[in-house]
């Protein structure tokens, strides 16, 4: 059973940084797209960013630039890295696995989920 783990959330001030991480398990990392999608208070949850199995990358269109995710297979692990935050990105994270090989933007295309890191963003 594929289960994920976030980890790096806090608070931290506008203009900041933070890395999340997702550690992967209980299956073949490789073989799954790994996307971030976050759920801010008293709003729907909304895609942040994927990476497929091969590498490519997805971004939501206003966190292009701001937001990065990769993986590194050798640690099972994927990440988001998010530069110049803003109060609006205060939000629970979410870790979140597909099996290969399309890429959806859609939480309901994803089969496993993370139990979220939270992440504040203050002004």
């Known amino acids: 059973q594929v289960q994920l783990a976030e980890s790096g959330g806090g608070l931290v001030q506008a203009g900041g940084s933070l890395r999340l991480s997702c550690a992967f398990s209980?299956?073949?990392?490789?073989?799954?797209?790994m996307a971030w999608f976050r759920q801010a208070p008293g709003k729907e949850r909304e895609f942040v960013a994927a990476i497929s199995w091969s590498g490519n990358t997805y971004s939501e269109e206003l966190m292009k630039g701001r937001f990065t995710i990769s993986r590194d297979s050798a640690k099972s692990t994927v990440y988001l890295q998010m530069n110049s935050l803003k109060p609006e990105d205060t939000a629970v994270y979410y870790c979140?696995?597909?099996?290969?090989?399309?890429?959806?933007?859609?939480?309901?295309?994803?089969?496993?989920w993370g139990q979220g890191t939270k992440v504040t963003v203050s002004s």
């Open positions: 209980g299956g073949t990392f490789s073989s799954y797209v």
């Open positions: 979140a696995a597909k099996w290969r090989t399309s890429v959806v933007v859609t939480s309901t295309g994803y089969n496993y």
